[in-house]
């Protein structure tokens, strides 16, 4: 019943360190997206993928990279952390853009940058 | 641009009705989206609409007038765990979703 999967939960950085967010689902889903969610906004798309070996740009892409080596992860890391991207991050799947297929969400990270 | 807008924030009555709107202004339409956050949690698919018309689950609607660009959630009979943000989503014409900021429901006994 694990669905989709983020760690690490919580993490604190300085300024100018680096990190990967892991993201797994186990739903054999096809699509994988990380968001951000920053208070009085909607989430916001950083980076998507669509299959395997794949990876697309999403709204606010600068500062993120990503990638998708197995079908079951997602990694997010970032280079050169800055306060701006202090936020909570969620990594989502889904098996489809059609019809109702909705997106399932891990739990988030809390990132804080100092 | 793109947009999604909600109210901020609602207050209602344990056992009472409540209807969140949502209102939209995007690049196509490919289907509408609600979903329910608790606090410090992850968001959880509620419902979705692609045709005008009312969708029921339970205690939970949703109504969509595309004409409108216009959606809204109704809950009944509310309880105390239904307090936490709504989000309305909109599919566009690249099959992305644009979210709406949430609307908080505080429930009171």
């Known amino acids: 019943n694990a669905g989709v999967t983020q760690t690490p939960k919580f993490r604190v950085l300085k300024t100018g360190q680096s990190m990967t967010l892991l993201c797994a689902q186990d739903?054999?889903?096809?699509?994988m997206y990380w968001y951000r969610q920053d208070p009085g906004m909607g989430l916001r798309l950083i980076h998507y993928?669509?299959?395997?070996?794949?990876?697309a740009k999403g709204e606010v892409p600068d500062g993120y990279n990503v990638s998708r080596l197995k079908k079951q992860n997602f990694l997010l890391g970032l280079e050169s952390a800055a306060p701006s991207q202090t936020s909570v991050y969620f990594c989502?799947?889904?098996?489809?853009?059609?019809?109702?297929?909705?997106?399932?969400f891990g739990d988030g990270t809390r990132l804080s940058i100092l | 641009g793109q947009n999604i807008d909600q109210p901020t924030e609602m207050t209602a009555t344990e056992g009472a009705i409540v209807q969140i709107n949502c209102t939209y202004q995007?690049?196509?339409?490919?289907?509408l989206f609600w979903y329910q956050q608790h606090a410090g949690e992850a968001p959880t698919f509620l419902s979705y609409?692609?045709l005008d018309g009312l969708e029921e689950k339970g205690r939970f609607s949703s109504f969509l007038s595309r004409s409108k660009g216009y959606s809204y959630l109704l809950l009944k009979e509310l309880q105390m765990k239904d307090s936490a943000s709504y989000l309305c989503?909109?599919?566009?014409?690249?099959?992305?979703?644009?979210w709406g900021a949430g609307t908080k429901l505080i429930i009171k006994p």
């Open positions: 989502a799947s889904s098996s489809g853009t059609g019809e109702s297929q909705p997106q399932h």
């Open positions: 739903m054999n889903h096809e699509y």
């Open positions: 993928s669509v299959g395997e070996g794949t990876t």
């Open positions: 995007t690049s196509g339409f490919n289907g």
């Open positions: 609409n692609v």
């Open positions: 989503a909109v599919r566009d014409s690249n099959y992305q979703l644009i």
